[in-house]
Nanobody
Framework: QVQLVESGGGLVQAGGSLRLSCAASGRPFRNYAMGWFRQKEREFVAAISYLDSTYYNDSMKGRFTISRDNRRNTVYLQMSSLKPEDTAVYYC?????????????????????WGQGTQVTVSS
């Protein structure tokens, strides 16, 4: 089992920034690709492999940056130039990839573990 705990959500004005964090525990972090998704539909936001190959939803690329600190077992989502349409619950997810250190996925159904979500609200 992998436990994921998100933090960093909140209320921000349009044009502002937030950084979400997701702390993982329970299994070796190196064996997991990490992703961020949002809302009930689990819209893909960004994903990152163990060795920092990154993938983005094209509509968010350039505004959002995913990163991970493998010593701290934590993945981050830096969000800038936020828009009201970015308002959503953001979920962190982990996908077991074994030794595929450059692999990550955009597909929510491929992820094995999910956090509880953190609310981001962008006011206009």
């Amino acid at each position: 089992q992998v436990q994921l705990v998100e933090s960093g959500g909140g209320l921000v004005q349009a044009g502002g920034s937030l950084r979400l964090s997701c702390a993982a525990s329970g299994r070796p972090f190196r064996n997991y690709a990490m992703g961020w998704f949002r809302q009930k539909e689990r819209e893909f936001v960004a994903a990152i492999s163990y060795l920092d190959s990154t993938y983005y939803n094209d509509s968010m690329k350039g505004r959002f940056t995913i990163s991970r600190d493998n010593r701290r077992n934590t993945v981050y989502l830096q969000m800038s130039s936020l828009k009201p349409e970015d308002t959503a619950v953001y979920y962190c997810a982990a996908k077991y990839v074994g030794d595929r250190e450059y692999y990550a996925s955009r597909i929510s159904s491929e992820y094995d573990y999910w956090g509880q979500g953190t609310q981001v609200t962008v006011s206009s």
